[in-house]
């Protein structure tokens, strides 16, 4: 079967962890537990009949002033950049993520996942449309609480490195 | 340093594994990077909050400075700065050192950080009389015993250095330095050191730490050891007593709890907790009981300095450590990082310092790991951080 690693990016305490037990388990925790180094976890989807191997990489959160080393990028299909619609900041972590990804290994397929859909936002549609323009980036908006868009988020991750 | 010691206190000289090392040029680059930021921000910040009037700056340098720009008046300025130091790793092999309120002086492990650590407790002593120091030894590895001769405590005949240890730790001074037993073999005299006892005019003696019952000491007559002592009968230093456990590492490796007026400082350098997929495989039953040993020793502690060397991931040889080539790790003796966390949480311990790094894990990787410790430390409430050499803390 095919095998493809993709790579959860994003600040600390976006929801990356929630995102792949969402989708992986069906479960949701409220209690926050940041991911050290990083847990890899798999799900097998279909793509055009074809299974796939999904490898998700949860990578703990880029810090403040110390992203997430390069090195552990190695051999990624694609990437998942994760915001937190009630943070800002997180755009702005998750654009400097993607540059330094094109720069350090080269341009990677993506999408984005605007997480905590379910909360009142910072971040307005419009501050996303402008950060991830139409028709090549892709974004959605999220809830790893309630489910909204989690399969569809991964099953066009899916396509995106099938392609 | 100088106020008193209410119970005991810790200094760390040394928590590099396997070998000493010195930042790269793109590592002090990082480093000097994140703290010309932090000025910066500082300065314009100040000049900002203090010298700015809607928007716009007012006022003349000489106002901001309270003098010319030089190094005076600059260095003043500076103070004024809310500046945090960049966090320091690397540095020297283990070395660890414990005062007590007591007076004694004991040392953990002689890596290359036992040199300056000889050096403070020289200094401390002074022309004192009483000059006992006890060293309590892991395991033989290079980088537990490699700063031993390095160290003047050695080549002052003052001074008596007790050196409790097991077997093959009192092995690797001896035969090398013939400190104990004074003779060394012929076939390696010289060979890895230029030094031996006749150049060492310290007094040393040894006390083999081994499981009495199950090796009695009646059997053998050995030369190097002077006396032996159970492993699982406590030692006993004036108020503070230090408890021996077996860990599981290639070498038999000691833990130690040390306690003094109710305060637990446990030691737990070179354990691996083995991650096979043979649950009956003889390591992996040896690796699940010594980990149950630093479980009991370890809980409630106060403070406890474990080896976590490795991620899983490159335990497990997904993921190399700052290199895209992953290698497996285990059976290499040294524990994860996970492992580390989930058993002091579970253990109750205060405050956790994880060491033994990888002379190959950068900077930049060390900090974010450690910033991912402070959120997981506020998470549980108890402390979690990648120890760093040069940390002392008062128990
Ligand atoms: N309401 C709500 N909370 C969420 C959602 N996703 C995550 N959270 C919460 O946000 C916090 C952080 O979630 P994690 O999934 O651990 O975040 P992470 O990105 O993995 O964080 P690090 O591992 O530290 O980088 C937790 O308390 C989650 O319960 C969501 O969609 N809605
Ligand atoms: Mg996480
Ligand atoms: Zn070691
Ligand atoms: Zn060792």
Not at chain 2, 100 to 110: K, S
């Amino acid at each position: 079967m095919i095998k493809k690693k993709i790579v959860m990016l994003g600040s600390w305490g976006v929801g990356k962890t929630s995102l792949v037990r969402q989708f992986v388990e069906n479960v949701f925790e409220d209690k926050y537990l940041s991911t050290l180094g990083v847990k890899v976890d798999t799900k097998q989807v279909q793509v055009d009949g074809k299974e796939i191997k999904l490898m998700l990489w949860d990578i703990a959160g880029a810090e403040d002033n110390f992203s997430v080393p390069m090195n552990y990028l190695k051999g990624a299909a694609g990437c998942l950049l994760v915001v937190d619609g009630t943070r800002k900041e997180s755009l702005q972590t998750a654009l400097e993520l993607k540059t330094l990804v094109e720069k350090e290994i080269g341009a990677l397929p993506f999408v984005v996942a605007a997480n905590k859909s379910d909360l009142q936002w910072q971040l307005s549609n419009a501050d996303l449309e402008d950060a991830f323009p139409k028709p090549t980036d892709r974004w959605f908006s999220t809830s790893a609480k309630t489910g909204q868009n989690v399969e569809a988020l991964f099953q066009e991750m899916a396509e995106r490195v099938n392609a | 340093m100088g106020q008193e010691i209410e119970n005991m206190r810790i200094h760390f000289y040394g928590v590099q594994g396997s070998g000493s090392i010195f930042p790269s040029k793109e590592e002090r680059a990082a480093a000097r990077l994140q703290s010309d930021l932090q000025l910066l921000e500082q300065v314009f910040k100040r000049l900002q909050d203090e010298h700015s009037e809607d928007g716009q700056l007012k006022g003349s340098i000489r106002d901001v400075l309270g003098g010319e720009p030089e190094r005076n008046s600059l260095t003043k300025f500076r103070e004024q700065l809310e500046l945090v130091e960049p966090r320091v790793y690397g540095g020297w092999t283990t070395c660890f050192r414990i005062e007590t309120a007591d007076d004694y002086d004991i040392v953990i492990d002689c890596g290359s950080g036992f040199r300056i650590c000889a050096e403070d407790i020289m200094q401390k002593w002074g022309e004192k009389e009483e000059r006992h120091l006890y060293i309590f030894g892991s395991h033989a590895h290079f980088d537990h015993t490699e700063g031993f001769d390095q160290a003047a405590i050695c080549f002052d005949p003052r001074n008596h250095i007790h050196i409790l240890a097991n077997h093959q730790y009192l092995q690797a001074l001896d035969q090398n330095l013939g400190i104990f037993s004074h003779h060394i073999d012929m076939e390696v005299g010289g060979i890895q050191t230029p030094l031996h006892y006749e150049l060492m005019p310290a007094n040393f003696d040894s006390t083999e730490i081994r499981d009495l019952e199950r090796y009695p000491a009646s059997a053998e007559d050995d030369p190097m050891v002077g006396t032996f002592h159970h492993i699982n009968e406590p030692i006993v230093l004036g108020d503070t007593t230090i408890q021996p456990f077996e860990v599981f590492h290639p070498d038999p490796c000691l833990g130690f709890r040390i306690e003094h007026n109710g305060k637990v400082f446990v030691y737990c350098t070179d354990h691996e907790l083995r991650k096979g997929d043979d649950e009956d495989h003889p390591l992996q039953i040896a690796s699940r009981e010594a980990e149950q040993r630093v479980i009991e020793h370890a809980t409630d502690a106060d403070v406890l300095y474990r080896d976590g060397q490795f991620l899983e991931i490159e335990y497990h040889g997904h993921q190399g450590i700052n290199s895209p080539i992953g290698v497996s790790r285990k059976d290499w003796g040294h524990s994860c990082i996970e492992d580390v966390v989930a058993m002091a949480e579970r253990c109750r311990v205060k405050q956790t310092y994880i060491g033994h790094h990888d002379p190959n894990r950068t900077w930049s990787e060390r900090n974010w790991i450690d910033e991912t410790l402070v959120r997981r430390s506020e998470q549980s409430g108890r402390l979690f951080e990648m120890a760093k050499a040069e940390t002392v803390i008062d128990l």
